[in-house]
């Protein structure tokens, strides 16, 4: 049974991104897929792993026709804690959703040098692990 979201988030869970086809190649994630989109102006959008049934429950998030082109990326959260970021739980329709609000639209592009670095970092740590890969790649 998944813990519940409203549990505290502990350093021995895993978190899970949602990553555009183009933003992940040959199983290596890129700077692209972690960097907050315009729209994550309260903090980069992840998901508890262990708040689902399964990690592929994530992508509930998105619309059914544009699952199959989306790759999931997971980090332990002491990753995550280790660059001097927290976790917050955020509810979302989908369980164990959570907000790094640290890692804003706005503070990624007042500061991108900065970010850039430490979510590079981020995503070469060899403690993530590329769940799924996108199925398709012909959208357009």
Not at 14 to 26: A, N
Not at 109 to 138: G, M, W
Request: proline residues 6%; charged residues 30%.
């Amino acid at each position: 049974m998944p813990k519940s979201q409203n549990d505290p988030v502990s350093e021995e869970e895993r978190l899970v991104r949602l990553f555009w086809f183009t933003s992940i190649k040959d199983r290596v994630p890129s700077l692209i897929g972690i960097r907050p989109r315009n729209s994550e102006s309260e903090g980069i959008s992840l998901y508890r792993v262990e708040c689902l049934n399964c990690p592929l429950e994530a992508l509930e998030a998105i619309a059914a026709d544009k699952r199959d082109f989306y790759a999931l990326v997971s980090w332990p959260v002491t990753a995550i804690l280790s660059q001097g970021w927290s976790v917050k739980i955020d509810h979302d329709k989908v369980p164990g959703h959570v907000l790094i609000p640290d890692i804003n639209y706005l503070a990624w592009s007042e500061d991108k040098e900065n970010f850039r670095a430490r979510l590079q970092s981020l995503v070469t740590d060899a403690s993530h692990e590329v769940i799924r890969l996108p199925v398709r790649r012909d959208f357009g």
